[in-house]
């Protein structure tokens, strides 16, 4: 169980989720961690240039499920929800995933054709994150 | 399922037909989609096309098997000729014309048609032919009639289809005339067709007429030629086009297939990417396009230009950015000339109603930029496109396409499992240094990515890589256990590691040990002793009748030994007198420890010995002939255990051993005994390793060279036990941090198990 969001100024440009079936309570707990989120990048004095702070890791971790942050250079948030009991997934994996995340974003930023705050809909972007989750799963 | 029997042509025909939907290449099914498409495109009614779902068998079975869609085609074929549906008219009907398909969808010729007929037109180039397409469809049928006379007069080598200029249809109508012909035996008319729509493409004449005009204008007849004789790629991607259009001309759809039956084959079979093949034509017209943009043929369109550009074909906006995706190979923000052949060619396709692939096809792959010069020189169709491999001769024309081009279609088939349009070949492995690895490779290999992630990261992946190599070094089975904060399931691990690390360390270096491992200080609420007589102790000595400890826990702080040897050799003595209490398992260290005992015993005790000679040594228990060589100090030890009064002869003798040694020592050797039978009740399995280490420990204690002084040898000895009775307590600690980690592991494993247990309740 696995939901992966792309969040730019608070509102979701993008969200699957691996089991389709209460994505709402996602969709809730995404919405929460942005406030974790925010309060992690604000707290960052320094400039946020370097590549390892973009990775917020573990944010908070629930009884149900962990949630991880990322924040890229333009304040977009990528969020990523696993469950709990997916014990399998380590903290660098939950990186690489971050990494191609950013990766296949900025593929979909460069498309010129994509204008910036529109809902995501590469088929590229949806492939990646399909083989991305169904991997993790 | 009613037999039926077709004719050649109809086989022909249908198998084309099949394929054609045969979207998912399975040769059995032809997709349901397609199907509709294409009976829908027969331009009969719903009802008649669900009737004649039904009648072929295929609402029964659901889906479109081989025979079901021939019989359907073949109902097709009925119904547009008029006659009743009827099953047992499938083969009693004999000459049936084939069925005719108007809608563009499934036409290539229809595509090629359009994309020349519009890229003459820069502003409404591309709308106009499927806005014609859709409008003028019914009227093609009128059209048709006309138009066929004029379409007659076509030689192959005369200027192709000089005819449309009298129609008043659009190119597309022209086309559909064409392929229309009522009139039999066009053969030639149907290699010529595809020849006609090449010369098109070099105007740019807007307007229908005009398109047709542009039919008629030129394209020498060698080109004409050149294209029926080409790779027949045109011929074989209108392949599916022609029985279509063809009128119940069996003989020109005879010929058709058997102009290029070997190639036909070849092409229907060999994939679909052949569809997307671009001709020298479209070539030279995307060159010409992409000048007007971007004077310099080596240089990047970008993205906004192109935008624009493409914008112009009124496709949405959607559609475009997947082709933008698929064609900006390199993902710069900029289409070089191959990326803009090929998106181009990707619009015009999908003008014309051709789905839009999910990955760029290998004609379209960017390697071909380097076949069009920048002088534009038409290739030869079949190097084109043929190139199924990356590493085709690309010289380098294209600033940074070719590296690119042989690394990112390799890297791209080599992470299919990935999946990830950035060539990043590292896979999801628990590995974390094959993750590494992959890493520091990917970022080797992409230097043009445009996140920062990539440059960024291999410094902190080096950094792992070497944390994670250096820990493996000495060998511990956890790497990862320092090199990262990675919150691992279990928290074992990397206290495990710390552990596997003292362990490792603690036979090699005691004071190393002291160094890396910090163990959390076991709690000693000693009361009854000075210091970390410990919770240990109290336990053990819980666990031993009071009786015997008495005299041993009196004995303890009391026993203020010399330090030097004496307090080794007393602890073996503490042990045996502990033993002689009653207390367990120690016989089997103590033996051990005699041996490094003697030792030093030998040579340190014998001078104290002979220094001193206290007759203590009544109250020795039994003893080793080695150990009553040390009588006097270990007797007054022993006697300070078991008699209270022996302490002041041990203080006397430790005050004549040593002048200077502090009582501070004293209790430490004590300490150390006690810790050693502390150790050796818990954990009876890692007594043996830890009274090794503790002999070891006390074997390393060399002999202190008696040419310094009994002062500064004592010290020296009391530093030494000192740091001896450190590693010996770290190694305690460490060996219940063990515990401790075992227990939780456990506990860990258990909360799994109950959570897998518990019925899916959180989901």
Same mark, same amino acid.
């Given at each position: 169980f696995l939901i992966c969001v792309a969040i730019r100024a608070n509102y979701p440009l993008y969200i699957r989720s691996v089991p389709t079936q209460g994505e709402l309570?996602?969709?809730?707990?995404?919405?929460?961690?942005?406030?974790?989120?925010?309060?992690?990048?604000?707290?960052?004095?320094?400039?946020?240039?370097?590549?390892?702070?973009?990775?917020?890791?573990?944010?908070?971790?629930?009884?149900?499920?962990?949630?991880?942050?990322?924040?890229?250079?333009?304040?977009v948030k990528f969020v990523i929800v696993v469950d709990s009991s997916n014990t399998s997934l380590r903290d660098n994996e939950i990186r690489s995933m971050f990494r191609k995340l950013h990766n296949s974003f900025t593929d979909v930023m460069c498309n010129p054709f994509y204008n910036p705050g529109d809902p995501i809909q590469s088929k590229a972007f949806d492939s990646i994150v399909s083989t991305m989750m169904v991997q993790a799963c | 399922m009613e037999s039926l029997t077709l004719s050649d042509v109809e086989q022909k025909y249908y198998s084309e037909l099949f394929l054609f939907c045969d979207v998912d290449n399975t040769k059995k099914v032809a997709s349901n989609g397609k199907v509709l498409d294409l009976f829908r495109a027969a331009q009969l009614s719903n009802e008649v096309v669900h009737q004649i779902t039904?009648?072929?068998?295929?609402?029964?079975?659901?889906?479109?098997?081989?025979?079901?869609?021939?019989?359907?085609?073949?109902?097709?074929?009925?119904?547009?000729?008029?006659?009743?549906?009827?099953?047992?008219?499938?083969?009693?009907?004999?000459?049936?014309?084939?069925?005719?398909?108007?809608?563009?969808k499934n036409e290539q010729e229809m595509r090629h048609v359009v994309m020349f007929a519009d890229t003459e037109n820069q502003g409404p180039y591309l709308p106009r032919p499927p806005g014609r397409v859709q409008?003028?469809?019914?009227?093609?049928?009128?059209?048709?009639?006309?138009?066929?006379?004029?379409?007659?007069?076509?030689?192959?080598?005369?200027?192709?289809?000089?005819?449309?200029?009298?129609?008043?249809?659009?190119?597309?109508?022209?086309?559909?005339?064409?392929?229309?012909?009522?009139?039999?035996?066009?053969?030639?008319?149907?290699?010529?067709?595809?020849?006609?729509?090449?010369?098109?493409?070099?105007?740019?004449?807007?307007?229908p007429v005009t398109g047709d005009g542009m039919w008629s204008a030129h394209s020498p007849p060698p080109v004409q030629e050149s294209w029926v004789s080409f790779t027949d790629t045109p011929p074989s991607c209108t392949l599916p086009m022609h029985p279509p259009s063809a009128q119940p001309e069996s003989t020109t759809v005879r010929t058709v297939p058997s102009a290029m039956t070997t190639n036909e084959i070849q092409r229907q079979t060999s994939g679909y990417d052949d569809p997307w093949k671009i001709t020298d034509e479209q070539r030279q017209y995307y060159i010409n396009q992409f000048k007007t943009i971007q004077a310099d043929l080596t240089g990047l369109i970008p993205g906004s230009a192109a935008k624009e550009f493409f914008t112009k074909s009124k496709l949405p906006i959607l559609e475009l950015s997947h082709i933008w995706e698929l064609s900006d190979f390199d993902k710069d923000g900029a289409l070089t000339l191959d990326e803009f052949c090929a998106a181009f060619h990707?619009?015009?396709?999908?003008?014309?109603?051709?789905?839009?692939?999910?990955?760029?096809?290998?004609?379209?792959?960017?390697?071909?930029?380097?076949?069009?010069?920048?002088?534009?020189?038409?290739?030869?169709?079949?190097?084109?496109?043929?190139?199924?491999?990356?590493?085709?001769?690309?010289?380098?024309?294209?600033?940074?396409?070719?590296?690119?081009?042989?690394?990112?279609?390799?890297?791209?088939?080599?992470?299919?499992?990935?999946?990830?349009?950035?060539?990043?070949?590292?896979?999801?492995?628990?590995?974390?240094?094959?993750?590494?690895?992959?890493?520091?490779?990917?970022?080797?290999?992409?230097?043009?990515?445009?996140?920062?992630?990539?440059?960024?990261?291999?410094?902190?992946?080096?950094?792992e890589t070497k944390l994670a190599a250096a820990i493996k070094f000495p060998g511990t089975t956890v790497g990862d256990g320092y090199s990262s904060s990675d919150s691992f399931t279990s928290d074992q691990e990397p206290i495990s590691s710390a552990v596997n690390r003292q362990r490792s360390h603690s036979g090699t270096s005691p004071e190393g040990l002291k160094v890396v491992?910090?163990?959390?200080?076991?709690?000693?609420?000693?009361?009854?002793?000075?210091?970390?007589?410990?919770?240990?102790?109290?336990?053990?000595?819980?666990? %031993?009748?009071?009786? *015997? /400890?008495?005299?041993? @826990?009196? $004995?303890?702080?009391? =026993?203020?030994? !010399?330090?030097?040897?004496?307090?080794?050799?007393?602890?073996?003595?503490?042990?045996?007198?502990?033993?002689?209490?009653?207390?367990?398992?120690?016989?089997?260290?103590?033996?051990?420890?005699?041996?490094?005992?003697?030792?030093?015993?030998?040579?340190?005790?014998?001078?104290?010995?002979?220094?001193?000679?206290?007759?203590?040594?009544?109250?020795?228990?039994?003893?080793?002939?080695?150990?009553?060589?040390?009588?006097?100090?270990?007797?007054?030890?022993?006697?300070?255990?078991?008699?209270?009064?022996?302490?002041?002869?041990?203080?006397?003798?430790?005050?004549?051993?040593?002048?200077?040694?502090?009582?501070?020592?004293?209790?430490?050797?004590?300490?150390?005994?006690?810790?050693?039978?502390?150790?050796?009740?818990?954990? %009876?399995?890692?007594? *043996? /390793?830890?009274?090794? @280490?503790? $002999?070891?420990?006390? =074997?390393?204690? !060399?002999?202190?060279?008696?040419?310094?002084?009994?002062?500064?040898?004592?010290?020296?000895a009391s530093i030494r036990r000192n740091k001896e009775t450190n590693t010996v307590l770290a190694r305690l600690n460490s060996e219940l941090q063990q515990q401790l980690k075992d227990l939780l592991e456990e506990r860990i494993s258990l909360e799994v198990q109950l959570e897998q247990l518990r019925p899916f309740s959180h989901l």
């Amino acid at each position: 169980f696995l939901i992966c969001v792309a969040i730019r100024a608070n509102y979701p440009l993008y969200i699957r989720s691996v089991p389709t079936q209460g994505e709402l309570k996602f969709h809730y707990t995404v919405h929460t961690s942005l406030d974790v989120v925010e309060e992690k990048i604000s707290g960052v004095g320094k400039a946020l240039a370097d590549q390892r702070e973009l990775y917020l890791g573990l944010l908070y971790p629930t009884e149900d499920y962990k949630v991880y942050g990322y924040v890229t250079n333009s304040k977009v948030k990528f969020v990523i929800v696993v469950d709990s009991s997916n014990t399998s997934l380590r903290d660098n994996e939950i990186r690489s995933m971050f990494r191609k995340l950013h990766n296949s974003f900025t593929d979909v930023m460069c498309n010129p054709f994509y204008n910036p705050g529109d809902p995501i809909q590469s088929k590229a972007f949806d492939s990646i994150v399909s083989t991305m989750m169904v991997q993790a799963c | 399922m009613e037999s039926l029997t077709l004719s050649d042509v109809e086989q022909k025909y249908y198998s084309e037909l099949f394929l054609f939907c045969d979207v998912d290449n399975t040769k059995k099914v032809a997709s349901n989609g397609k199907v509709l498409d294409l009976f829908r495109a027969a331009q009969l009614s719903n009802e008649v096309v669900h009737q004649i779902t039904e009648l072929c068998g295929a609402t029964r079975l659901g889906h479109f098997g081989r025979s079901q869609f021939y019989i359907a085609l073949k109902l097709i074929a009925l119904a547009q000729s008029g006659l009743p549906l009827r099953v047992e008219s499938l083969n009693s009907v004999r000459d049936l014309p084939l069925p005719r398909f108007v809608m563009g969808k499934n036409e290539q010729e229809m595509r090629h048609v359009v994309m020349f007929a519009d890229t003459e037109n820069q502003g409404p180039y591309l709308p106009r032919p499927p806005g014609r397409v859709q409008a003028k469809k019914v009227s093609a049928h009128e059209m048709i009639q006309p138009c066929v006379p004029t379409v007659d007069p076509q030689p192959d080598t005369t200027s192709p289809v000089v005819s449309p200029n009298q129609s008043p249809p659009t190119s597309p109508h022209a086309w559909r005339k064409h392929k229309r012909q009522a009139s039999g035996g066009n053969v030639d008319r149907q290699p010529s067709v595809p020849g006609v729509v090449w010369p098109p493409f070099r105007e740019a004449q807007p307007g229908p007429v005009t398109g047709d005009g542009m039919w008629s204008a030129h394209s020498p007849p060698p080109v004409q030629e050149s294209w029926v004789s080409f790779t027949d790629t045109p011929p074989s991607c209108t392949l599916p086009m022609h029985p279509p259009s063809a009128q119940p001309e069996s003989t020109t759809v005879r010929t058709v297939p058997s102009a290029m039956t070997t190639n036909e084959i070849q092409r229907q079979t060999s994939g679909y990417d052949d569809p997307w093949k671009i001709t020298d034509e479209q070539r030279q017209y995307y060159i010409n396009q992409f000048k007007t943009i971007q004077a310099d043929l080596t240089g990047l369109i970008p993205g906004s230009a192109a935008k624009e550009f493409f914008t112009k074909s009124k496709l949405p906006i959607l559609e475009l950015s997947h082709i933008w995706e698929l064609s900006d190979f390199d993902k710069d923000g900029a289409l070089t000339l191959d990326e803009f052949c090929a998106a181009f060619h990707l619009v015009v396709a999908r003008k014309n109603g051709y789905d839009l692939p999910e990955k760029l096809p290998e004609s379209l792959m960017p390697k071909l930029i380097d076949l069009d010069d920048s002088a534009g020189v038409p290739e030869p169709d079949p190097e084109v496109g043929f190139s199924a491999s990356p590493v085709e001769v690309t010289p380098n024309k294209s600033p940074s396409m070719p590296s690119l081009n042989q690394n990112w279609p390799e890297l791209n088939q080599s992470n299919e499992d990935t999946a990830i349009v950035h060539p990043v070949p590292i896979r999801m492995t628990p590995s974390k240094i094959h993750m590494q690895e992959m890493e520091l490779k990917r970022t080797g290999s992409d230097h043009t990515h445009p996140t920062s992630p990539l440059m960024a990261k291999p410094p902190e992946l080096s950094e792992e890589t070497k944390l994670a190599a250096a820990i493996k070094f000495p060998g511990t089975t956890v790497g990862d256990g320092y090199s990262s904060s990675d919150s691992f399931t279990s928290d074992q691990e990397p206290i495990s590691s710390a552990v596997n690390r003292q362990r490792s360390h603690s036979g090699t270096s005691p004071e190393g040990l002291k160094v890396v491992a910090p163990p959390p200080p076991p709690p000693r609420p000693n009361a009854s002793h000075s210091r970390s007589s410990s919770l240990d102790m109290n336990r053990n000595f819980a666990a %031993v009748p009071a009786g *015997p /400890q008495q005299p041993g @826990v009196v $004995a303890f702080p009391p =026993a203020v030994p !010399p330090r030097p040897l004496p307090t080794q050799t007393s602890v073996p003595h503490g042990h045996r007198s502990v033993e002689g209490d009653g207390l367990p398992a120690i016989t089997s260290t103590s033996p051990q420890q005699m041996p490094e005992q003697p030792n030093f015993a030998d040579f340190s005790q014998f001078q104290v010995f002979a220094v001193d000679q206290p007759a203590d040594d009544g109250e020795k228990p039994s003893d080793s002939g080695q150990v009553e060589r040390c009588a006097e100090t270990t007797g007054t030890m022993r006697t300070a255990k078991n008699d209270v009064q022996a302490e002041e002869r041990n203080a006397t003798t430790v005050n004549s051993a040593k002048v200077s040694t502090p009582l501070a020592p004293p209790p430490k050797p004590v300490r150390r005994r006690l810790k050693s039978e502390d150790e050796l009740r818990p954990d %009876v399995e890692d007594l *043996p /390793q830890k009274s090794t @280490v503790i $002999a070891t420990v006390l =074997a390393t204690q !060399p002999s202190i060279p008696r040419s310094i002084g009994k002062d500064k040898k004592a010290i020296q000895a009391s530093i030494r036990r000192n740091k001896e009775t450190n590693t010996v307590l770290a190694r305690l600690n460490s060996e219940l941090q063990q515990q401790l980690k075992d227990l939780l592991e456990e506990r860990i494993s258990l909360e799994v198990q109950l959570e897998q247990l518990r019925p899916f309740s959180h989901l």
